[in-house]
Each structure stands twice: as C-alpha cells, then as structure tokens.
C-alpha cells in the first residue's frame, strides 16, 4: 500500500476483537480497543493480559515485551473521548454480532468519525461483504477481514474484496494482516469465502453420516486418522453450534443441492 496502516482500530472486546486486538498489539501496530461499556473493554484487556502472561510464563516473551505490548492497546468505551482518537485511525476491524442491521449502524457511526482515507473491515464469516458495505459512503474503502478463533494461535487470514473494493483498501488490508503474523488469502466476495465455502458440504456430510448412526467419537477419530487436525465434531463445539448453524442456509443459495439436506 502507499499508506500503511499504523493505528488499528478493534470494534468489540470479545473474544475475537481482544484477539485481532492482541495480535496487531504484538507486531508493533498502535491498536484502539472499543466496546459499549467499560466492563466490557476491562474483559477484553484482560484477556489480552492473561495470554500475554502465559506467554512469559512459558518463557517465551520476558516481562519487558509484555508491557510494550500492553501499552500500545488503549482501551476505549461509549463514556469517554473515543471519537478523538479515532479521528486518527487508519484502519478498523469490527468484530460485532454476526447481525447486518448492528453492522450498518457500526459503518455509519464510524464513517462520521474516521478519516476519509480510513478502510474499514469487518470480521464477518456468514454475511456478504458487498451487503454490509451498502452502509457505507465509501464502498471502496470496506473490505472483509475474517480472522479465526483464537485469533493468537490460528495463522490463516482471509481478505475479502468486494467488486467496490479499491486495490489500495486491499492492499492496507492484507499489509496489516502480513505484519500481524497471519497467512493472508485473497478471495471475491462470495458465500462462505474459501474456507466455509470448503467446511460447509463437509459438515453437511458429517451431519448425514451422524443421522445414519455413526458415533460422534468415531467420527472424530476416523477424520483425525485421515489427516485433519481436529475432528468435525470438534470443530463445531469450537466454532460454536450458533455460528455453525448460520453457515449452511447462507451457503444454500450459491451452492444448491450441494449443502441442500432433505
């Protein structure tokens, strides 16, 4: 990118916002971390803390690194002068429930504070990137970025670009992710990206093969045996049932009778 991203902005103290929060922390990124509330910023400090400590206890970050890390992340809630350090803020990572109306309502009240030149990313995983940036008055500054849980361990990154997109908003995208440590992947903006678009028949196979009597543990051991990390019944109590549940039906349209379970 001609401007890389110095101050990232993390909307969402949750699980994955702490998260995006922590690793962008630690690559040396100035990092804006904002929820509604001030217990929830607390939650998510914390957790960056407590990862961040575990790190020093297994000797591999001194207490030295875990402060500098600590200190680039300014925690911020509805209560004090967020608007003023997001003036600032070059790229934003929202990380909100999986709900377009609470993804628009974010672009815009985000749009009347950030720079014009800001991209603005979300983590989505089962909405269209083109649908949340109809939102926005700078379609060719959104782009998806869909990190996955926990986001300090897992590697893959998925950039998403929507037809909108400008080659410089993906660039800063992808540059981020680079710096954050993340293998970066470039896909279009279309159901489930890459990674779901593979997950999505697997688990409706799975869901087929459990029906017919199969055992949930048999399962798991026969996928482990073949090669993957984690068995899929594993990964569903990981991904959580919720979102798990949303994959399908939003794969439904563009992949058929592919995902389609009678």
């Known amino acids: 990118p001609k401007a890389p991203a110095k101050t990232v902005g993390v909307l969402g103290a949750g699980l ?5 929060a922590q690793v962008s922390a630690s690559k040396g990124h100035k990092v804006l971390l904002k929820d509604i509330n001030a217990g929830a910023v607390a939650r998510g ?19 030295f690194g875990r402060d500098e890390t600590l200190s680039r992340v300014t925690g911020l809630d509805n209560d004090g002068n967020w608007k003023q350090h997001f003036a600032k803020c070059d790229l934003v990572i929202e990380a909100v429930l999986e709900e377009i109306d609470i993804k628009h309502r974010v672009v815009k009240e985000f749009e009347e504070v950030l720079p ?3 991209v603005f990313a979300s983590n989505t995983s089962g909405l269209r990137v083109t649908d949340i940036a109809k939102a926005s008055k700078r379609p060719e500054n959104v782009v998806g970025m869909h990190y996955f849980s926990p986001v300090d361990k897992m590697m893959l990154l998925e950039v998403i670009r929507t037809e909108k ?17 993340k293998f970066v992947i470039v896909t279009k903006d279309v159901a489930g990206f890459y990674v779901n678009r593979c997950i999505g028949p697997m688990m409706v196979e799975v869901n087929a093969r459990l029906q017919e009597g199969i055992g949930l543990t048999e399962m798991d051991k026969a996928m482990r045996k073949f090669g993957f990390p984690v068995g899929p019944i594993q990964l569903g109590d990981e991904v959580g049932i919720d979102v798990a549940a949303h994959l399908v039906p939003n794969l439904e349209g563009e992949l058929g009778i592919r995902v389609g379970v009678s």
Not at 16 to 20: F, L, P, Q, R, T
Not at 56 to 63: G, L, Q
Not at 168 to 173: K, P, S, Y
Request: aromatic share 0%.
């Open 16 to 20: 994955m916002g702490a998260g995006i």
């Open 45 to 63: 400090m914390g957790q960056i803390e407590g990862n961040l400590n575990q790190k020093v206890k297994r000797r591999r970050m001194n207490v």
């Open 116 to 118: 014009a030149h800001a």
């Open 165 to 181: 997109t400008s080659d410089e908003a993906a660039a800063i995208a992808v540059d981020a992710g680079l710096k954050q440590g």
